[in-house]
Each structure stands twice: as structure tokens, then as C-alpha cells.
């Protein structure tokens, strides 16, 4: 039998169709843990795989262990783990918050193009105003993309509908994806939407040419402060950055600056530097900023539960089957 610990929320109907796979031993431990508290030695004796959102502090006791999923697009908590160095394998949420988080960036750079804070604040001052930026429009505009996986092609699925042109930076060549979880209809499987494709000695080409800058790489050390002075600065005053990926992506003093200073025009954040943001940070009250607290995609959505499941149960079966397993992460990003 295959130890198998689950440590999120699970639908039952899911739950009771691993339970029944051949070979599968089901431990349910509470989806309350917080990562603080140590999973009991009988929980983690023997166990092959962890499905969890933060790995339990006594993890590195669990010296059977062979795969973890986890419940986020994100990956940094698995970090401290050392998975590549323990062999152990890992798959995140990729595709499960990518609607969402597109809805999200759509929404927001509609927000910026047509300044809809300042038509709020004349709305609660009983101000009058057709001033032409509340009239303006994004179709015919320049959507770059900096990373291309899940999430960065179901935002391009979207801007390409609403006639943007988009560009992407990305290490890796673009084709097919396969072997990753995507909601049916959404996404570019082929990778055939974007116009232009830049590699990573290309970035300040890339940014020259962006009217919005949209944040779709994991966070990792290679990644902390990418987006900094240099690569603010390349982009022109009229452009706009979307960070819904992680919040130290991007420097903060840099970014400070240049949202105070008019290196850019503005930015909508839905990642942050730090949970929750101080109330009496500067980004607050920033008018040519949009602050959303981390729920551009989340596990309250509605479709979420079903989602997880359906990742849970394909890997799960997966390995025990020996089979390729969704959204697995490369060793070379543990």
C-alpha cells in the first residue's frame, strides 16, 4: 500500500474515489494546519505522498516521502524542503486560479486605461468630469508578458480578444503544454498567440515597447527584485505594471520611485511585499495605484474545491500508475 497524507480541504466525492484507487492508503490530517504544528510520527511513518499548502514543520522527518502537491501556483514555501536534493518530485495548482487571475488582469488594465479611481473619487465629490482618459481604450495596445506558462497564456488567450497585440519574455522556446492541468476552452495550448517572443537578453527591447507590463514568472532567488530600477525605467511614462504573481518580483523601493516619480503611469498590485500590507504604507493612497489583497486568485473562488480535486485525483492516480503526472515542477526550480 502507498501512504498518502492529504492536508487540504477535499470534496467528498473526490475523497471516496482515491480512497477506492488499488494500492492507495488515505491519511486525511486536519486542512486547518497552519505549517507550525508537527504532523503526529504515526501520521508521516511510511507516507510516499503529501498533498498539502504548507509542508508540516517535522517534513524533514519524513524520510519515505516521494512526491508533494500542493495546493498553489506558487512554490517558494517548498523552498526550505530541499526536494531536488531529497529526490523527491513535486506538482503545484498551476491552472486552477488561472481564470480568475486573468478576469483579474483584464479587469484591472481596463481600470488603469480609463482611470476608473479618479472617475470613483469625482463620483464621491459630486464631481463632473468627461476629461478624456476616462475615455480611452485598450484594443490596439501592446500586452507584454514577462513568463509564459499557465497563467501568462490564459491572459493572452483573453487581451488577443479584446485586439491586443501581445509579447512575451520567456527563458524556454514556446510550443505545446502538455502534462499540465487547464480548465477546457482557456489557455494557448499551442503556444500560438503571441506576436513576438523575446528571450531574457532581449528584456529591455521587450519593455520599450509595452503600454502594460504584466507579472507571470514564479518567484524563486533568481526572480526576487527582477523588476528593478533598470527595468522600470525601460518601460515608457505611459505604461502600466500588473503584478498578480508575487510581490518581491518587483523592488520596492525602485518601484516606489517610479510610481511617484512618472517613470511609469501606474500599476495594479494584487501580490504585496508583505501580508497584510501596513495600513499606512505609501501604495495605499497612491492614485495612480490599484491595491486588491491577494484575491486576483484564490482558494475561496467557487470553482476552486472541484479544480484541486481534479488535480489531486489524476496525480495521485497518476502515481501509483507510474503515469506523467500535471503540473510538475522542474528539480531544477526546488
Known sequence: MTKIIINIPIKPDVLQRIRALPGAEIVVVDPAN???????????????????????????????????????????????????????????AGGVYNTAIGEWTIAMLVNLTRDLRGMIRNQDAGVWDRDNRFAAEVRGRTLGLWGYGGLGREVARL??????????????????????????????????????????????????????LVLAMPLN?????????????????????????????????ALLRAL??????????????????????????????????????????????????EIIEHNVASYLLGRPLWNEIASAEL
Open 221 to 253: 532567488p533568481a526572480n526576487t527584485g527582477r523588476i528593478g530600477e533598470r527595468e522600470l525605467r525601460a518601460l515608457k511614462p505611459t505604461a502600466y505594471l500588473l503584478n498578480p504573481a508575487r510581490g518581491p518580483l518587483v523592488d520596492e523601493a
Open 34 to 92: 497552519d505549517g507550525v504544528t508537527p504532523f503526529a510520527p504515526e501520521v508521516i511513518a511510511g507516507a510516499e505522498v503529501l498533498v498539502c499548502h504548507l509542508p508540516p514543520v517535522n517534513q524533514a522527518e519524513m524520510t519515505d516521502l516521494k512526491l508533494v502537491q500542493i495546493m498553489s501556483a506558487g512554490f517558494n514555501q517548498l523552498a526550505p524542503m530541499k526536494l531536488a536534493q531529497r529526490g523527491v518530485r513535486a506538482c503545484n
Open 159 to 212: 487581451a488577443k480578444v479584446m485586439g491586443l497585440t501581445v509579447h512575451v519574455l520567456t527563458r524556454s522556446p514556446i510550443g505545446r503544454r502538455d502534462d499540465t492541468y487547464a480548465v477546457p476552452g482557456t489557455g494557448d495550448p499551442d503556444g500560438s498567440l503571441p506576436e513576438r517572443v523575446f528571450g531574457p537578453e532581449q528584456d529591455l527591447e521587450f519593455l520599450g515597447g509595452l503600454d502594460f
Open 260 to 309: 511617484s516619480e512618472g517613470w511609469i503611469a501606474g500599476a495594479a498590485l494584487d501580490t504585496h511585499f508583505r501580508y497584510p500590507m501596513p495600513s499606512d504604507h505609501p501604495l495605499w493612497r497612491m492614485s495612480n495605484v490599484i491595491m486588491t489583497p491577494h484575491i486576483s486568485g484564490s482558494d475561496k473562488g467557487p470553482h476552486f474545491l472541484d479544480r484541486m480535486g
